[in-house]
């Protein structure tokens, strides 16, 4: 499709263990973002990536979240030892370039539910 | 450092009249505003977006909204809500350092009444 593609769509575990989440950006995009939507609230920002310069880490709530992302395609977001408040709709966006004035594109999102 | 402030969690209109979701931002330098909506089970979807052209902007869905710079805000409006308008929609602000990462404020719920 043409669009942001994430899987799994929705992800249930049990507290402790890790989850890996997906994100295809649309093609050509060199700019991707991850970002948290717990349940009512707005976004909160978690890590960018840019071309391959050194990724924007900031937004990370603890060492137990990480993310990868091969050159200019998927990225990969690892939580280990999941925790309950990790439940959250996790969004995945890009954008051709980094800018300020490029439209970011989302995803549908990965609903994680830790239990 | 740059943020917006969505002064509604709330709004409830009739279907056929006025839509205003306001929106204020603190920003240190000339920003890129965004308004997102995001309808229940869905994606976010971009409504409309400010990047220093013209301060009234236009989007999809009949939506549009202002720039105010002596005011700070960045309101959004429609002249006529329908009912397929029910969503959440987020103000959101681009940060600093022409990076795109997004600024996202606490979201609106708008309900629409038949």
């Known amino acids: 499709g043409a669009g942001v593609s994430q899987s799994p769509s929705n992800k249930v575990t049990e507290k402790g263990k890790d989850v890996e989440l997906r994100c295809d950006p649309i093609?050509?995009?060199?700019?991707l973002y991850w970002y948290r939507q717990r349940l009512g609230q707005g976004l909160e920002f978690l890590i960018y990536f840019q071309g391959n310069s050194a990724p924007d880490k900031s937004g990370l709530p603890s060492d137990r979240f990480s993310a990868e992302r091969t050159g200019e395609s998927v990225s990969t977001l690892t939580i280990q030892r999941t925790q309950q408040e990790d439940s959250a709709v996790y969004l995945c966006?890009?954008?051709?370039?980094?800018?300020?004035?490029?439209?970011?594109?989302f995803g549908e999102g990965s609903w994680l539910t830790v239990v | 450092a740059q943020s917006v402030t969505q002064l509604d969690s709330h709004v409830s209109v009739s279907e056929g009249t006025p839509v205003l979701l306001r929106c204020n931002y603190s920003?240190?330098?000339?920003?890129?505003l965004f308004w997102y909506v995001q309808h229940p089970n869905k994606g976010l979807q971009l409504l409309l977006k400010y990047t220093s052209a013209a301060t009234l902007v236009k989007g999809i869905n009949g939506f549009e909204a202002e720039f105010k710079k002596s005011e700070t805000s960045f309101h959004l409006t429609k002249p006529s809500a329908h009912m397929s308008d029910a969503a959440e929609y987020f103000c959101v602000v681009s940060d600093s350092g022409n990076t795109g990462k997004l600024i996202f404020g606490q979201g609106t719920t708008l309900q629409v009444k038949p």
């Open positions: 920003s240190s330098y000339s920003p890129s």
């Open positions: 093609s050509g995009h060199t700019a």
């Open positions: 966006a890009s954008s051709f370039h980094g800018d300020s004035g490029n439209t970011i594109y």
